[in-house]
């Protein structure tokens, strides 16, 4: 029998992906951040009530390392990252896949504006030419990118306005159909300050009673990586951890153990912020690759 | 019952008391935010084809359809023609009916016909099929990096990538699920 061709061929895109990830940890360990690894199987995520938990005997599979990254900064690490395996159930699509890589990482004393700002100089940093292709579109990484808040991407790019799209339950409709579709594709874009509903672990904007510090980068149209300025309140954390267990009950969702020892440790958290992002997605951008089964070596259907 | 998570290219389901199959298939998410299930479905009767795009906790009746064991015999100007192989009866299914399995057809294969009461109207292939490389361009000498691959066109009108060193006149098994090269078939 000969190789398997379908494995063969995705060497040279394979290789550039360990390249890629060798430059990421160098970009953050030049900075002096500590790579950790946090356990990858927990016995409570934090509840969300869209992001369901793969199930591992009594306990699950990691949906995100952000709970035991911030019990680390609780605990006074101040600037940490991770490149670890997350999974969540049923997530399969062209950019999707249940089992994914993550970067994430925290920065102490900082809100999501540093976070912005990490994410232009880690692309800077991997993209030296200053331009992507990708699907055809030429990106110019030319730092600042563009930054609008979600409030006026509803008023730019969607008929209905941001107020109007929550009261009626068309928040993700809207901003997965209308805005990421118009969002421009020659650059990246950031968009933040997300309605407080869409984001139960970052912190309010201050004199803003509805709205939290939540950014999301978006690439080429793509949903790149998601940040916020970390909620480090441990009544307030409680509080928007039980309205989403409430939501997952009412739609019939499995309820989940609460994570006890973060919501302890939280009152220890100092002001940070933290950002995830999808490293099969920006391997997708730099190797220009259409989905995200083409930058992974083995996807759930060819295991 | 199925549910949103079941959702892929080639299910079939029952809308609206016709059977339907899933064409084309994406999933979409917003990382924090509620799936979106967008679906090409095609009748499959009327061959009608629309977009349609589903919400978790939506669930779906499967299309149950009877599956007669048949023989493809032949393609003519009226379509692709099949043999019942317990009546020896005949039948038609058009273009527009097999969509892409047409490429996986090879004369006096068996496969299976799902029937709507007399009408087929869909096929059931085997996963996977051998066919024949009629074109590709020749192996350029001095590429020899592994894992390069080129354009080539099967008998059946069927092009898909297939590895650099595959010469035309081989057979090769592609896999029907994904349309995608497998390996060259010893002869």
Redesign the interface.
Known sequence: MEPNWQLVRKRETLERRARIIHQIRAFFMNQSFLEVETPQRIPANAPELFIDAVPSAEWFLQTSPELCMKRLLSAGYEQLFQICHCWRSGERGRRHLPEYTMLEWYRSHCDYHQLMADCEDLLTTLVPEGQLLWNNITIDLATPWPRITVKDAFTNYSSISLDDALESDQFDAIITEIIEPSLPRNKPIFLYDYPLEHASLARKKPDHENTAERVELYIGGMELANGFSELNDPAEQRLRFQIEEDLRRQQGKTPYPSPIPFLDELEQLPDCAGIALGIDRLIMLLCDKKTIDDVVLFTPENL | MYN??DLKKGLKLLIDGEPHVIAQF???????????YRCKLRNMITGSLFDR?Y???ESFEPASLEERDMQYLYQDETGYIFMDKKTYDQITLTEETLGDDKYFLIDNMDVEILMYGERGIGISLPNFVNLRVTQSDPWVKGDT???N?KPATVETGYTL???SFVEEGVLIQIDTRTG?????VKE
């Not at chain 2, 979409?28 to 509620?34: L, V």
């Not at chain 2, 995608?180 to 060259?184: A, E, H, I, L, Q």
């Open positions: 949103c998570s994406d999933f979409s998410k917003p990382g924090k935010g509620q799936a979106l795009t919400r978790s906790g990096a592994a894992g691959n990538q297939v590895p995608d090269y497998v390996t060259r």
